[in-house]
């Protein structure tokens, strides 16, 4: 599904583009997937439709993101890696630091405890006074009926839905600490990127049905590489300042794999369906009284704009094998959700948790609804965790947010070549550019024919040489290289009039010269001649006179 070009049916693609642009001319296509093709076997949509789908609902989605009951998260930050000991190292950019919120008053008044003042004198089964705490009196703000209070049975559950009860939770403002680089990276990231694939990934020898064994695969690389397009997207420009898209990051993590890129289409068709799944069950849940109504409308209005061939749970898990493979799968998956708890960066930390809840919710909502039973499916609903929900609507938003970036990108790649093509067009043919150029290829070729390294020079993506204080700042990163051989066959016909100018213009420089310096020559061999004669006169003779350069002069007086 991967083997042919990224097109769509209003391509305004590149098919016609780097016709002369030796650094483009023979880029490939901006990522190598046909968008009328479908995301997977068991998604019945194709990249495009996804994209439609995207842009009619991501307006709606943003806004939806940001209500105040959506936009607070809460979690643990400093619970324990409990994979592996060696976890005292903390990422100290600032980047890397949660805002957590301290400043209760700042908060709407629907998160504060008087306004939920009965709950002030309750007491819970601890016999503790629920207002005393704040951060328990939020996890019980909104909710509906006593059986949310119990969490729905573990069985079901692919993530630690008590991690947010933890005493030690913080409640984090999402809004005002942004998914973006962080710097994070080098050995600590790629020890908790391994461990996910190595020792949580099904391996291809493992029993069990390929389906699923490829969704949990695309599942996490899909996480990976939407990470991976929100740190491109959102990337600190050192020179500006500024926080702005970095194409040839996006390129060199996401853009090169379309594999990458269409396991983030598959995560989008997950959550959104897992969305779809619950659109009639939400008449149950309630949200703060003061803006249930507000929120569930906006909730509806975007499920109603999706899809249910958007994919297909019914296929994942077919046959009686598949009840083991679900319970591993979901095994596996809880344990990628505490993985996150080894990340060493808050930031990180923070959006991996929302994020692999968000996932874990929607596996819970697409494979453990009962089918059979309406009654068991509305129950699994309303046992739903706020946290959960926020979750899942959050997590809903990254991806769709990725989607956007890699369209966005896509543009920024083919406004690049165009560019490129243009730019090299004006800029390199005038003649006084090709006189420059002839002269620099010659002072160039002495060079090169001087130089006894013979050492190719590195340059990087830029077109700067690669000097000490210019080491890329991510050494561990494979930028695409630029093709060389390709820029040498671009080039033929500007190098070979460069060398027969070249060429010609140094027989006229000689000729040139040796009518200038004539007069002087003619001199200097006088000059010499007449030395001999005196020398010889009065009696000095050179050892091995006839010798241009004598080494050693003996004076031979009698
Ligand atoms: C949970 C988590 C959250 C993170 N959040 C952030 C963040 O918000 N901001 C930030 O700047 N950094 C974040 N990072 C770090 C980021 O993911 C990278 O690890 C880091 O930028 C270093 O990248 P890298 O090029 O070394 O390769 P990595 O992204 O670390 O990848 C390691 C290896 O995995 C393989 N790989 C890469 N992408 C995929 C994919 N999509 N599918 C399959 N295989 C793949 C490649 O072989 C690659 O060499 C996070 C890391 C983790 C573990």
Not at 187 to 200: F, G, V
Not at 365 to 378: A, N, P
Not at 505 to 523: C, G
Request: net charge negative.
């Amino acid at each position: 599904e991967n083997g042919t070009n990224w097109r769509s049916n209003s391509s305004n693609t590149s098919n016609s583009i780097g016709a002369t642009d030796p650094q483009y001319e023979n880029a490939s296509n901006f990522c190598t997937i046909d968008k009328d093709e479908l995301v997977s076997p068991t998604c019945d949509v194709t990249f495009q439709e996804i994209n439609d789908i995207n842009n009619d609902i991501r307006e709606s989605l943003v806004s939806l993101a940001r209500t105040d009951f959506f936009k607070y998260f809460k979690l643990d930050l400093y619970k324990p890696c409990t994979f592996w000991s060696d976890n005292n190292r903390f990422c100290v950019n600032r980047a890397c630091a949660v805002d957590v919120v301290e400043d209760w008053d700042s908060l709407p008044d629907y998160w504060q405890p008087e306004v939920l003042g009965k709950l002030d004198d309750v007491e819970d089964t601890e016999g503790n006074k629920k207002g005393e705490d704040e951060c328990r009196f939020l996890d019980e703000l909104c909710v509906g009926n006593d059986n949310q209070k119990q969490f729905t049975a573990p069985d079901v559950n692919y993530c630690d839905i008590g991690d947010f009860s933890n005493s030690e939770a913080v409640l984090v403002d999402l809004s005002a600490n942004p998914e973006r680089f962080t710097g994070y990276g080098g050995e600590e990231s790629a020890q908790i990127w391994s461990s996910i694939y190595k020792e949580n990934c099904f391996s291809e020898g493992e029993s069990g049905q390929s389906l699923a064994k490829n969704a949990f695969y695309r599942l996490v690389s899909g996480f990976h590489a939407s990470i991976a397009t929100h740190l491109s997207n959102e990337h600190l420009n050192t020179e500006t300042g500024k926080w702005e898209p970095n194409l040839d990051l996006f390129m060199a993590r996401v853009g090169n794999f379309p594999e990458r890129v269409s396991n983030l289409y598959f995560n989008y068709a997950i959550v959104s369906k897992a969305l779809w799944k619950i659109k009639p069950y939400l008449d149950h849940l309630t949200f703060c009284s003061s803006y249930n109504e507000d929120v569930k409308s906006m909730i509806m209005n975007i499920i109603s704009r999706l899809d249910s061939k958007i994919f297909n749970e019914d296929l994942i898990f077919e046959n009686e094998l598949s009840s083991k493979v679900k319970d591993d799968f979901r095994a596996r998956f809880k344990n990628v959700t505490q993985i996150m708890d080894c990340v060493h960066c808050d930031r990180c930390r923070l959006w991996g948790k929302v994020q692999t809840t968000g996932y874990a919710t929607s596996l819970k909502i697409l494979f453990e609804l009962d089918e059979r039973d309406e009654k068991s499916k509305q129950s699994i609903v309303d046992k739903l965790t706020k946290y959960e929900l926020i979750a899942l609507i959050n997590t809903f938003d990254r991806i769709s947010k990725s989607i956007e970036s890699v369209n966005n990108f896509e543009k920024l790649y083919n406004t690049r070549l165009a560019g490129g093509k243009l730019a090299y067009f004006f800029q390199n043919n005038n003649f006084f550019k090709l006189l420059g150029k002839a002269q620099k290829s010659w002072t160039e070729s002495v060079m090169m024919l001087n130089s006894s390294k013979g050492e190719e020079e590195v340059v990087l993506d830029s077109g700067e040489p690669l000097e000490e204080d210019n080491v890329p700042f991510f050494e561990d990163l494979n930028m695409p290289k630029k093709n060389s051989s390709t820029e040498g066959s671009q080039n033929k016909w500007v190098r070979a009039w460069h060398t027969e100018f070249h060429n010609f213009s140094e027989a006229l420089r000689f000729i040139y010269r040796s009518y200038v310096d004539l007069p002087r020559n003619i001199w200097r061999i006088s000059l010499n001649t007449m030395n001999k004669l005196w020398n010889r006169f009065i009696g000095v003779t050179y050892l091995n006179e006839e010798e241009e350069e004598p080494i050693e002069y003996k004076l031979d007086i009698i």
